[in-house]
C-alpha cells in the first residue's frame, strides 16, 4: 500500500515537471542525444579505420561513450528532482500536498521515484538503442562487430549509473528544500553532475599517452561506485531528517 501511495506522488510529480518546457526539452534532447553521441563514437571510427588505430580509438572512445550515455541519462533526474519542494511552493501545490495522509516517508519515496522512474528508463533505453544501433550500422557496412557496452561499460550503466542516479536524486531533493526559486535549484544542477562525472571521466584524462589502461578504467568505476554509495547513503539520511511536514510547512 505505501508503495502505492508513493507511486500515485511520483506520477503527479512527473505529469507536473513534463508541464515545464526546461524539464521537457531535458528528456527528449537526453534520450536522443546520449545514444547519438554514443553510435557516431563507437561506429564512426570502424566505418573510416583500420588495425591499430582503430584499437586505439576504440579503447579510448568505449569507456567514454558509457561515462556520456550515463551522464545523458542523469541530467534529466536534477530537473525533475529540483521541483521536489522549491517547484511545489512556486506553484502553490505544497500546503495541498503537506495535508494529504501520507506519510512523510512516502512523500519522500514518491519524490525520489518520479526521477529515478523516468531517468531510469532512459537509461535502459539509451543502452539498447545504441547498441542495436552500433551492431546494425557496422554489419550492415560489413566491419567488424563491436559489442557495446564492453564489461567495463555494462558495470558503468548497469551498476554504478544507478547508484550515481539516486545519490544525485536525493542531494537535489535537500537543495530543492534550501532554496528559494527552482531556477536556482537548476542552476546548481550541472555543478553537481560534473561533480559525478569527474571520476567516470578520469580514466580518458589521466592517460597522457592516449592509450586507455583497462585496469584504470576499472579503477575508476569502482572509484566511482564507491564515492556514489557513500554519498547516496549521507544524502538520503539528510533527505529524510529534512523530509517532514514540520520544516515543510515552513517552506509554505
Known sequence: MARSKSMVVALADIRMALELRMVKWSLVLSAAFGPFLTIVLVAGPSLVLTGPELELI?????????????????????????????????????EPLLCTPLTDRELLWGKTLSSILI????????????????????????KQLIIFP????????????????FAVVSLMIIISGKVQRVYEA?????????????PMMAPIVSSPSGVVDPSMVWMWNFISFLLAVVIAII???????????DKMVSLV
Open 58 to 94: 576504440t579503447a579510448v572512445f568505449m569507456p567514454m561513450a558509457a561515462a556520456m550515455l550515463a551522464m545523458f541519462s542523469i541530467i534529466p533526474a536534477t530537473m525533475i528532482s529540483a521541483n521536489a519542494l522549491v517547484g511545489e511552493r512556486e506553484q502553490n501545490t505544497l
Open 119 to 142: 531517468c531510469g528508463a532512459i537509461l535502459v533505453l539509451s543502452t539498447l538503442a545504441s547498441a542495436i544501433g552500433i551492431a546494425a550500422i557496422l554489419l550492415g557496412a560489413g
Open 150 to 165: 564492453d564489461l567495463p561499460g555494462l558495470f558503468m550503466l548497469a551498476v554504478v549509473a544507478p547508484i550515481v542516479l
Open 186 to 198: 537548476y542552476q546548481m544542477s550541472g555543478a553537481i553532475i560534473m561533480i559525478f562525472m569527474l
Open 235 to 245: 544524502t538520503w539520511a539528510v533527505a529524510i531528517k529534512q523530509f517532514n511536514r
